[in-house]
Protein backbone atom coordinates (compact mmCIF):
# COMPACT_ATOMS: atom_id res chain seq x y z
CA UNK A 1 0.00 0.00 0.00
CA UNK A 2 1.51 3.20 -0.88
CA UNK A 3 0.62 6.89 0.40
CA UNK A 4 -1.36 8.92 -1.78
CA UNK A 5 0.82 12.38 -2.91
CA UNK A 6 1.92 14.33 0.37
CA UNK A 7 1.60 18.03 0.07
CA UNK A 8 0.90 18.69 3.83
CA UNK A 9 1.64 16.31 6.65
CA UNK A 10 1.32 16.42 10.38
CA UNK A 11 4.19 14.73 12.22
CA UNK A 12 3.02 13.56 16.25
CA UNK A 13 6.31 13.33 18.26
CA UNK A 14 5.70 11.91 21.83
CA UNK A 15 7.51 14.34 24.30
CA UNK A 16 10.07 11.35 25.35
CA UNK A 17 11.76 11.35 21.68
CA UNK A 18 13.09 14.63 22.84
CA UNK A 19 14.86 12.81 26.13
CA UNK A 20 17.24 11.90 23.42
CA UNK A 21 19.70 9.94 25.44
CA UNK A 22 18.68 11.40 29.08
CA UNK A 23 15.94 10.03 31.71
CA UNK A 24 13.62 12.91 31.81
CA UNK A 25 13.16 16.53 30.52
CA UNK A 26 15.00 17.86 27.04
CA UNK A 27 18.13 17.31 25.42
CA UNK A 28 18.85 20.08 23.26
CA UNK A 29 21.51 18.66 21.02
CA UNK A 30 19.07 15.65 20.26
CA UNK A 31 16.25 18.55 19.68
CA UNK A 32 19.02 19.91 17.24
CA UNK A 33 19.25 17.16 15.56
CA UNK A 34 15.77 16.47 15.03
CA UNK A 35 15.22 20.18 13.92
CA UNK A 36 17.87 19.17 11.05
CA UNK A 37 15.95 16.70 10.12
CA UNK A 38 12.25 18.72 10.06
CA UNK A 39 13.99 20.98 7.68
CA UNK A 40 15.11 18.78 4.96
CA UNK A 41 11.68 17.78 5.13
CA UNK A 42 9.80 21.22 5.04
CA UNK A 43 12.74 22.43 2.12
CA UNK A 44 11.26 19.39 0.05
CA UNK A 45 8.52 21.90 -0.17
CA UNK A 46 6.48 19.89 1.98
CA UNK A 47 3.71 21.69 3.93
CA UNK A 48 4.62 20.64 7.77
CA UNK A 49 2.46 20.36 11.06
CA UNK A 50 3.95 19.56 13.89
CA UNK A 51 2.34 18.34 17.58
CA UNK A 52 4.51 17.70 20.11
CA UNK A 53 3.65 15.25 23.38
CA UNK A 54 4.46 16.18 26.89
CA UNK A 55 5.56 12.68 28.56
CA UNK A 56 8.99 13.91 29.16
CA UNK A 57 8.01 16.32 31.60
CA UNK A 58 5.05 15.11 32.72
CA UNK A 59 1.88 12.84 32.61
CA UNK A 60 -1.84 13.85 33.76
CA UNK A 61 -1.95 10.31 34.98
CA UNK A 62 1.23 10.11 36.27
CA UNK A 63 -0.19 12.94 38.30
CA UNK A 64 -3.38 11.86 39.36
CA UNK A 65 -2.29 8.16 40.17
CA UNK A 66 0.37 10.29 43.49
CA UNK A 67 -3.05 11.59 44.26
CA UNK A 68 -3.61 14.98 42.30
CA UNK A 69 -6.37 15.98 40.56
CA UNK A 70 -6.79 14.11 37.31
CA UNK A 71 -8.11 17.51 35.10
CA UNK A 72 -5.45 19.71 37.78
CA UNK A 73 -2.86 17.45 36.85
CA UNK A 74 -3.76 17.06 32.50
CA UNK A 75 -3.44 21.04 32.68
CA UNK A 76 0.17 20.76 34.02
CA UNK A 77 0.51 17.56 30.54
CA UNK A 78 -0.45 20.58 28.68
CA UNK A 79 1.95 23.23 29.62
CA UNK A 80 4.58 20.61 29.38
CA UNK A 81 3.65 20.36 25.95
CA UNK A 82 4.16 24.16 25.39
CA UNK A 83 7.43 24.12 26.94
CA UNK A 84 8.21 21.22 24.53
CA UNK A 85 6.73 23.72 21.38
CA UNK A 86 8.76 26.58 22.78
CA UNK A 87 12.18 24.31 22.17
CA UNK A 88 11.59 22.83 18.84
CA UNK A 89 10.97 26.49 17.67
CA UNK A 90 13.54 27.92 19.43
CA UNK A 91 15.85 24.72 17.52
CA UNK A 92 14.15 25.39 14.55
CA UNK A 93 14.61 29.12 14.15
CA UNK A 94 18.64 28.68 15.20
CA UNK A 95 19.08 26.94 11.79
CA UNK A 96 16.78 29.68 9.79
CA UNK A 97 13.08 28.08 9.86
CA UNK A 98 10.85 30.14 10.59
CA UNK A 99 8.06 28.69 13.16
CA UNK A 100 4.60 28.89 14.94
CA UNK A 101 3.55 28.08 18.07
CA UNK A 102 -0.15 28.11 17.93
CA UNK A 103 -1.49 26.85 22.15
CA UNK A 104 -4.84 25.32 22.56
CA UNK A 105 -4.70 27.25 25.63
CA UNK A 106 -4.05 30.85 25.26
CA UNK A 107 -1.02 32.47 26.15
CA UNK A 108 -0.73 35.57 24.39
CA UNK A 109 2.79 36.46 25.60
CA UNK A 110 4.32 32.73 24.64
CA UNK A 111 2.60 31.84 21.82
CA UNK A 112 -0.52 32.34 18.79
CA UNK A 113 -3.59 31.06 19.71
CA UNK A 114 -4.95 28.08 17.68
CA UNK A 115 -6.60 30.02 14.53
CA UNK A 116 -7.15 27.44 11.85
CA UNK A 117 -6.53 29.90 9.06
CA UNK A 118 -3.86 31.95 10.31
CA UNK A 119 -2.06 28.36 10.48
CA UNK A 120 -3.55 28.12 6.78
CA UNK A 121 -0.89 30.93 5.78
CA UNK A 122 1.71 30.64 7.62
CA UNK A 123 1.79 27.09 6.36
CA UNK A 124 1.22 28.63 2.63
CA UNK A 125 4.40 30.74 3.10
CA UNK A 126 6.58 27.79 4.01
CA UNK A 127 6.60 28.36 7.95
CA UNK A 128 6.47 24.77 10.07
CA UNK A 129 3.42 25.19 12.20
CA UNK A 130 3.61 23.57 15.81
CA UNK A 131 0.51 23.06 17.62
CA UNK A 132 0.54 22.86 21.68
CA UNK A 133 -1.55 21.77 24.40
CA UNK A 134 -3.02 19.20 22.78
CA UNK A 135 -6.84 19.70 22.06
CA UNK A 136 -6.90 21.98 25.26
CA UNK A 137 -8.55 19.94 27.33
CA UNK A 138 -8.29 17.35 30.14
CA UNK A 139 -8.53 13.51 29.83
CA UNK A 140 -7.19 13.52 26.40
CA UNK A 141 -3.58 12.97 24.75
CA UNK A 142 -1.98 14.87 22.54
CA UNK A 143 -2.26 11.94 19.75
CA UNK A 144 -5.95 13.31 19.74
CA UNK A 145 -4.70 16.79 19.60
CA UNK A 146 -2.34 14.88 16.83
CA UNK A 147 -5.26 13.60 14.88
CA UNK A 148 -8.12 16.48 15.43
CA UNK A 149 -5.11 18.68 13.97
CA UNK A 150 -4.64 16.93 11.19
CA UNK A 151 -8.39 16.38 10.48
CA UNK A 152 -8.49 20.18 10.38
CA UNK A 153 -5.81 21.29 8.35
CA UNK A 154 -6.66 18.52 5.80
CA UNK A 155 -2.78 16.94 6.03
CA UNK A 156 -2.47 14.04 3.99
CA UNK A 157 -1.67 11.79 6.73
CA UNK A 158 0.01 11.52 10.03
CA UNK A 159 2.91 10.45 10.74
CA UNK A 160 3.40 9.43 14.00
CA UNK A 161 7.48 8.97 14.92
CA UNK A 162 8.16 6.78 18.44
CA UNK A 163 10.49 4.48 19.45
CA UNK A 164 9.51 1.18 17.77
CA UNK A 165 9.22 1.22 13.75
CA UNK A 166 6.08 0.29 13.50
CA UNK A 167 2.50 -1.77 14.58
CA UNK A 168 2.78 -5.35 15.80
CA UNK A 169 0.97 -8.05 16.52
CA UNK A 170 2.63 -8.18 20.10
CA UNK A 171 5.03 -6.12 22.53
CA UNK A 172 8.26 -6.95 20.22
CA UNK A 173 10.30 -5.93 23.59
CA UNK A 174 8.52 -9.24 25.36
CA UNK A 175 8.06 -11.22 22.20
CA UNK A 176 10.85 -12.17 19.71
CA UNK A 177 8.61 -13.61 17.51
CA UNK A 178 5.95 -10.52 17.35
CA UNK A 179 5.22 -9.91 13.56
CA UNK A 180 4.98 -6.14 12.14
CA UNK A 181 2.19 -5.21 9.92
CA UNK A 182 3.07 -3.58 6.75
CA UNK A 183 -0.50 -2.13 7.11
CA UNK A 184 -3.49 -2.95 9.03
CA UNK A 185 -6.74 -1.10 9.06
CA UNK A 186 -8.21 1.22 11.56
CA UNK A 187 -10.82 -1.32 12.88
CA UNK A 188 -8.31 -3.87 13.67
CA UNK A 189 -6.06 -1.49 15.62
CA UNK A 190 -9.25 -1.16 17.42
CA UNK A 191 -10.69 -4.30 18.26
CA UNK A 192 -6.97 -5.39 18.97
CA UNK A 193 -6.42 -2.33 20.73
CA UNK A 194 -3.03 -2.08 18.88
CA UNK A 195 -0.82 0.41 19.94
CA UNK A 196 -0.92 2.68 17.82
CA UNK A 197 -2.31 6.09 19.73
CA UNK A 198 -5.09 6.16 21.31
CA UNK A 199 -8.53 4.76 20.38
CA UNK A 200 -9.95 8.21 20.43
CA UNK A 201 -7.11 9.49 18.09
CA UNK A 202 -7.43 6.33 15.72
CA UNK A 203 -11.44 6.99 15.26
CA UNK A 204 -10.96 10.31 14.42
CA UNK A 205 -8.27 9.53 11.43
CA UNK A 206 -10.76 6.61 10.37
CA UNK A 207 -13.72 8.57 10.27
CA UNK A 208 -11.63 11.52 8.54
CA UNK A 209 -9.61 9.10 6.30
CA UNK A 210 -6.51 10.21 7.44
CA UNK A 211 -3.36 7.24 7.10
CA UNK A 212 -1.07 7.09 9.71
CA UNK A 213 2.19 5.84 9.56
CA UNK A 214 4.27 4.48 12.36
CA UNK A 215 7.80 4.96 12.50
CA UNK A 216 11.18 4.74 14.26
CA UNK A 217 12.20 8.63 14.97
CA UNK A 218 15.21 7.56 16.88
CA UNK A 219 17.51 6.75 14.17
CA UNK A 220 18.92 9.47 11.97
CA UNK A 221 17.56 9.86 8.19
CA UNK A 222 14.70 7.88 9.12
CA UNK A 223 12.15 10.78 8.88
CA UNK A 224 13.14 11.48 5.22
CA UNK A 225 12.92 7.86 4.47
CA UNK A 226 9.66 7.34 5.73
CA UNK A 227 8.02 10.62 3.61
CA UNK A 228 9.74 9.32 0.56
CA UNK A 229 7.88 6.14 1.11
CA UNK A 230 10.58 4.04 2.00
CA UNK A 231 12.25 2.72 5.02
CA UNK A 232 10.45 -0.13 7.86
CA UNK A 233 7.14 1.44 8.63
CA UNK A 234 3.35 0.52 9.14
CA UNK A 235 0.33 2.51 7.48
CA UNK A 236 -2.77 2.31 9.10
CA UNK A 237 -5.88 2.94 7.21
CA UNK A 238 -8.98 1.59 5.73
N1 LIG B 1 -3.04 16.45 27.87
C1 LIG B 1 -4.39 16.72 28.08
N2 LIG B 1 -5.17 17.05 27.01
C2 LIG B 1 -4.70 17.10 25.73
C3 LIG B 1 -3.33 16.79 25.51
C4 LIG B 1 -2.54 16.47 26.60
O1 LIG B 1 -4.87 16.68 29.19
O2 LIG B 1 -5.46 17.41 24.81
C5 LIG B 1 -2.17 16.19 29.03
C6 LIG B 1 -2.28 14.77 29.59
O3 LIG B 1 -2.14 14.86 30.99
C7 LIG B 1 -1.07 14.09 28.99
C8 LIG B 1 -0.05 15.19 28.97
O4 LIG B 1 -0.81 16.36 28.65
O5 LIG B 1 -0.62 13.01 29.79
C9 LIG B 1 1.08 15.03 27.99
O6 LIG B 1 0.59 14.60 26.75
P1 LIG B 1 0.82 13.10 26.19
O7 LIG B 1 0.70 12.11 27.31
O8 LIG B 1 -0.08 12.92 25.03
O9 LIG B 1 2.34 13.18 25.72
P2 LIG B 1 3.24 12.07 25.00
O10 LIG B 1 2.88 10.72 25.57
O11 LIG B 1 2.94 12.12 23.55
O12 LIG B 1 4.64 12.50 25.31
Same mark, same amino acid.
Given at each position: ???????????? *????? *?? !????????? =????????????????????? /?? %???? &?????????????????????????????? /?????????? !?????? #???? #?? =????????????? $?? *???? $?????????????????? !????????????????????? !????????? &????? $????????????? &????????????? $?? &????? @???? %?????? *???? /??? #????? %? @???
Amino acid at each position: MSLPPLKRVLLK *LSGEV *LM !GSQPFGIDT =DFVGQMAEELKAARDTGLELC /LV %IGGG &NIFRGMAGAAKGMDRAQADYMGMLATIMNA /LAMQSALEKI !GVETRV #QSAI #QM =DEVCEPVIRRRAE $RH *LQKG $RVVIFAAGVGAPYFTTDS !GAALRAAEMKCDALFKGTSVD !GVYDDDPKK &NASAK $RYETVDYDTVLAD &NLKVMDASAVALC $RD &NAIPI @VVFS %IRERGN *LARV /LAG #QGTQT %I @VTK
